[in-house]
């Protein structure tokens, strides 16, 4: 799966907030990092707030959300190269160093940047994959990522000098090649409604963590 970085400009504001979580959720639901979703969106809503606090309702941000290795990584630009970001031991009293301390929590590492013209504060979640274009699942979906990627070569004008498939394409893949299997079963005279319901049993079974 090819996971392309994306940035979005925005003006830091409270009622932003919630619109950048929704916007993370949709764009880590596509590249199938659902485990790390509640912590990205946590990190995005506590940097931002960051900004908001110490640097000025107003300012112009920008969000940039990338895959480092097997990392994600959360980078929130700002103007100012002064107000930088710090670990505070916030009290349970103290209204002031909570943010920071929550993303230092929850992110893998996190640091700032000073550039000329801007700071860059960034978190990085660990994601469990085994490459930046890999995937969540195991062993059974590395296969069928080698699998599909070979399939859809061989069916699919234009995809042989490609080294990923898009999502959608990959779907379409994956029923082409359940229903070829499906016509390999019955060409060799099994059952093919056995065989789905036999797999489905265990998809189930170790989709809920069950031994079959």
């Known amino acids: 799966?090819?996971?392309?970085p994306w940035d979005l400009a925005f003006t830091a504001e409270p009622e932003e907030v919630a619109a950048l979580r929704r916007i993370m959720r949709l764009h880590l639901g596509v590249w199938g990092l659902h485990d790390v979703t509640d912590e990205a969106q946590l990190c995005v809503s506590e940097l931002v707030s960051n900004v908001i606090t110490h640097v000025g309702l107003g300012t112009p941000v920008t969000l940039a959300v990338s895959v480092r290795g097997t990392y994600l990584r959360?980078?929130?630009?700002?103007?100012?190269?002064?107000?930088?970001p710090t670990l505070l031991d916030a009290g349970s009293d103290s209204?002031?160093?909570?943010?920071?301390?929550?993303v230092d929590a929850i992110?893998?590492?996190?640091?700032?940047?000073?550039?000329?013209?801007?700071?860059?504060t960034w978190c990085e979640l660990a994601t469990g994959l085994s490459s930046a274009n890999g995937h969540c699942g195991g062993v059974r979906v590395t296969r069928v990522e080698s699998l599909l990627g070979l399939y859809?070569?061989?069916?699919?004008?234009?995809?042989?000098?490609?080294?990923?498939?898009s999502v959608a394409v990959a779907e379409e893949t994956a029923i082409d090649v359940i229903a070829d299997l499906l016509h390999w079963l019955r060409a060799h005279?099994?059952?093919?409604?056995?065989a789905l319901d036999r797999a489905q049993i265990h998809y189930e079974a170790e989709a809920s963590g069950v031994e079959t």
């Open 95 to 102: 209204e002031g160093g909570r943010g920071m301390a929550l």
């Open 189 to 194: 005279g099994c059952d093919p409604d056995e």
């Open 1 to 4: 799966m090819s996971r392309k």
């Open 107 to 120: 992110a893998d590492r996190w640091g700032v940047q000073p550039l000329a013209d801007r700071k860059v």
């Open 152 to 165: 859809g070569a061989a069916h699919l004008p234009g995809t042989a000098t490609r080294s990923t498939l």
């Open 74 to 84: 959360i980078e929130v630009h700002d103007p100012d190269t002064r107000a930088l």
